[in-house]
């Protein structure tokens, strides 16, 4: 009897599956993360969502696979998790993340005044600005957290996946 071989799509929705669930309850629970560490467990699941499905694909196959065709199939799962969090994180920051409050607005432009160019009624406009095009920044950092972990995940699943030849 023949293993069908899972779709790379399916491995990248249960993936995303994981970090949204993993990214409302953080939001939800109020737990306050640090700048430094908030993407790291999108980056470790990321990596290792990647690698096992590098892994399963593999093994699917019964190890007639070559490099880069298990590299190919990683790679397609993390352009479908990148795709799908870039959505995820947009939808996210129009309409389920509370806007920024004014106090933000106004330590964003005491950080820009500070910079020493601006003036200040420019660095309050400039904060505001930013305020409301700030899903272009989390669209953009999101595309990245799952790109750079999901080639580098598709790379060492590759190259961990046992071959017949």
């Given at each position: 009897m023949e293993t069908a071989i899972t779709n790379h799509k399916r491995k990248g929705f249960i993936i995303v599956a994981i970090l949204i669930i993993l990214d409302l309850l953080l939001k939800k629970s109020g737990i306050q993360v640090s700048d430094g560490q908030q993407y790291l467990p999108r980056l470790i699941i990321s990596f290792l969502g990647v690698?096992?499905?590098?892994?399963?694909?593999?093994?699917?196959?019964?190890?007639?696979?070559?490099?880069?065709?298990?590299?190919?199939?990683?790679?397609?799962?993390?352009?479908?998790?990148?795709?799908?969090?870039?959505?995820?994180?947009?939808?996210?920051?129009?309409?389920?993340?509370?806007a920024p409050t004014l106090a933000e607005i106004e330590a964003g432009a005491k950080s820009i005044g500070q910079q020493g160019n601006v003036m200040p009624e420019e660095a309050k406009q400039m904060a505001i600005e930013g305020a409301k095009n700030r899903w272009?920044?989390?669209?953009?950092?999101?595309i990245f957290s799952s790109l750079i972990p999901g080639i580098l995940g598709a790379v060492t699943g590759a190259a961990l996946a046992k071959k017949n030849q």
């Open positions: 690698v096992v499905s590098c892994l399963v694909f593999a093994k699917q196959s019964a190890g007639t696979m070559k490099f880069a065709e298990v590299f190919a199939h990683g790679f397609k799962t993390t352009a479908v998790i990148a795709f799908l969090m870039a959505l995820y994180t947009f939808i996210a920051v129009k309409f389920i993340y509370a272009v920044i989390y669209v953009s950092l999101s």
